[in-house]
């Protein structure tokens, strides 16, 4: 079946490095897919998604590329904030289902 | 626009108690799905409804069930609670029928603590 894996965290950042976090798939087909944040006792906000090979989602300086060949979507930024803190939730979606596959999640923790 | 709300906020029942667990979708949204995180974990799909009809439905038993309102606003009802019921369950609504390619919008979430 469809699955989607994360890595492992937590993640511990010194405030302005470079963030990457791994996301590899699972899927049948041509998923969409999708970065989501969980903020301290939040529920989850989308942060970006791509729904075709080679799309590349961005938003706030986060930015992920659909890769097929590697079947991957990997989230980087540029420089992190102390306020990018927070738990990533890779996920996707398949065409003919209605459901999203969520990653295990990977925390982010940003030191000043 | 008013997002996606769920109450209670927390919940605290006893194993074998009935709960149920409400959402209001986002105005314009349709289409409303409930995933259930367990600590650590990732969302897992329980079920989704679509103009007041089930449309597809996780890995869950039966005594997990819901219901969707003219309004589109759901419920979630879990019936015959065990202890490793024990999550954060989350509401998500969207403007389509389940579009694959559409986001889902999430609500806070309730907090439910099966002792």
């Known amino acids: 079946g469809d699955s989607v894996t994360q890595m492992e965290g937590p993640v511990t950042l010194s405030e302005e490095a470079f963030l990457t976090i791994n996301c590899t798939y699972t899927?049948?087909?041509?998923?969409?897919l999708f970065w989501y944040v969980q903020y301290p006792g939040e529920g989850l906000q989308l942060l970006l998604k791509a729904t075709k090979a080679d799309d590349k989602g961005s938003n706030k300086g986060f930015e992920a590329t659909y890769r097929k060949e590697t079947t991957s979507f990997h989230l980087e930024k540029g420089s992190v904030q102390v306020s990018d803190s927070a738990v990533y939730f890779c996920?996707?979606?398949?065409?003919?289902?209605?459901?999203?596959?969520f990653g295990t999640g990977t925390r982010l923790k940003v030191l000043a | 626009e008013t997002g996606v709300t769920q109450s209670p906020t927390h919940l605290i029942k006893t194993r074998g108690q009935q709960v149920t667990l409400r959402c209001s979708s986002q105005?314009?949204?349709?289409?409303v799905s409930w995933y259930q995180q367990a600590l650590g974990q990732g969302p897992q799909f329980i079920f989704q409804?679509?103009?007041?009809?089930?449309?597809g439905r996780g890995n869950f038993p039966p005594r997990f069930s819901g219901l969707q309102f003219p309004n589109y606003s759901s419920e979630l009802n879990v019936n015959a609670l065990e202890l490793d019921d024990s999550a954060l369950y989350l509401c998500?609504?969207?403007?389509?029928?389940?579009?694959?390619?559409?986001?889902?919008?999430f609500g806070p979430g309730t907090r439910l603590t099966v002792t």
């Open positions: 998500a609504s969207s403007p389509t029928g389940g579009g694959f390619s559409y986001e889902q919008y």
């Open positions: 409804y679509y103009r007041e009809e089930e449309n």
């Open positions: 899927a049948t087909g041509y998923p969409s």
């Open positions: 105005s314009g949204h349709n289409t």
């Open positions: 996920a996707l979606s398949s065409s003919g289902t209605y459901k999203y596959i």
